[in-house]
T-cell receptor
Framework: QQQVKQSPQSLIVQKGGISIINCAYENTAFDYFPWYQQFPGKGPALLIA?????SEKKEGRFTISFNKSAKQFSLHIMDSQPGDSATYFC??????????????FGRGTQLTVWP | NAGVMQNPRHLVRRRGQEARLRCSPM?????VYWYRQLPEEGLKFMVY????????ESGMPKERFSAEFPKEGPSILRIQQVVRGDSAAYFCASSRDPRSGNEQFFGPGTRLTVL
């Protein structure tokens, strides 16, 4: 059972455009939502993360929007650059309880930014 | 300040052989997590270990797979009698105490190919 569903599977954006990746989750006990960026042949790197007590978090060109009632969160990349071309994964985690420490990942979105 | 180290980076095994994957966490991190990534899929949690203890192994197959994190030395993920379906990228992550909200940092992965 996929606890975190991510879309789209792939995304092509023109340089300077906005990239938007969406995720939805089932378990309302999740209380930590990170986004990871992965380049080919590399491990995932933490990009930005949010907790459910805020609706938005911005770091540079990257923004997470969080909708607790809809159980959805999304990553917005403003002014997308060719260097942003990578696979992006959303994830969710419990910070309490017996499954603490276990990240649940979406299937990933392959972003291509054309120059 | 070295990040998470994994070796080997690439491992080729024939069916029936054993695969041994190593992970050295970041300095100061005593919590280690193993994930498996199949092509076109997100990362799937396998096991969470603290020094000398397995905290959560619910994502690890009951047969052929084992993990350890000894007092001294790296964490080891061991796959006995490998089959073609074990071919995947295996990532290790480490963190400080997750109960304090600490992030997981990933290594570069070991790409296992079973012939």
């Amino acid at each position: 059972q996929q606890q975190v569903k991510q879309s789209p599977q792939s995304l092509i954006v023109q340089k300077g455009g906005i990239s938007i990746i969406n995720c939805a989750y089932e378990n309302t006990a999740f209380d930590y939502f990170p986004w990871y960026q992965q380049f080919p042949g590399k491990g995932p790197a933490l990009l930005i993360a949010i907790r459910p007590d805020v609706s938005e978090k911005k770091e540079g060109r990257f923004t997470i929007s969080f909708n607790k009632s809809a159980k959805q969160f999304s990553l917005h990349i403003m002014d997308s650059q060719p260097g942003d071309s990578a696979t992006y994964f959303c994830a969710a985690d419990f910070r309490r309880g017996s499954t603490l420490g276990r990240l649940y990942f979406g299937r990933g979105t392959q972003l291509t930014v054309w120059p | 300040n070295a990040g998470v180290m994994q070796n080997p980076r690439h491992l080729v095994r024939r069916r029936g052989q054993e695969a041994r994957l190593r992970c050295s966490p970041m300095k100061g991190h005593s919590h280690v997590y193993w994930y498996r990534q199949l092509p076109e899929e997100g990362l799937k949690f396998m096991v969470y270990l603290q020094k000398e203890n397995i905290i959560d192994e619910s994502g690890m197959p009951k047969e052929r797979f084992s993990a350890e994190f000894p007092k001294e030395g790296p964490s080891i993920l061991r796959i006995q009698q490998v089959v073609r379906g074990d071919s995947a990228a295996y990532f290790c992550a480490s963190s400080r105490d997750p109960r304090s909200g600490n992030e997981q940092f990933f290594g570069p992965g070991t790409r296992l190919t079973v012939l």
